[in-house]
């Protein structure tokens, strides 16, 4: 059975940092292509960040430079290094995990999900 869990979400001051993490088990995340998305209250879930198997990370404009995808075989955790906060990164953000190697982009293309762990800036 595969779960993938969040962890690392909170409220942070405008321009501060957090650090997601998304720990697997039963999904080889060194083998498989992941990604992070979120939604915002009244809003579609948006991909945020991609990393890709092969071929490195990729990222929505709007995070670009200031938000850094990771993954860590040992642990078999995927991270997202968030910095410079704002108002608009406010949401819910999910881990999310492709059998395809995301072949496509959307939500529906990915088969696995965590529960979701809750950013919010400004404090």
């Known amino acids: 059975q595969v779960q993938l869990q969040e962890s690392g979400g909170g409220s942070v001051q405008v321009g501060g940092s957090l650090r997601l993490s998304c720990a697997a088990s039963?999904?080889?995340?060194?083998?498989?292509?992941m990604a992070w998305f979120r939604q915002a209250p009244g809003k579609e879930r948006e991909l945020v960040s991609v990393l890709y198997r092969v071929g490195g990370p990729a990222y929505i404009q709007s995070v670009k430079g200031r938000f850094t995808i990771s993954r860590d075989n040992a642990k078999n955790t995927l991270a997202l290094q968030m910095n410079s906060l704002s108002l608009e990164d406010t949401a819910m953000y999910y881990c999310?995990?492709?059998?395809?190697?995301?072949?496509?982009?959307?939500?529906?293309?990915?088969?696995?999900w965590g529960q979701g762990t809750q950013v919010t800036s400004p404090h």
């Open positions: 039963g999904y080889n995340v060194s083998s498989n292509c």
């Open positions: 999310a995990g492709s059998i395809s190697a995301c072949l496509s982009l959307g939500p529906g293309d990915f088969t696995y």
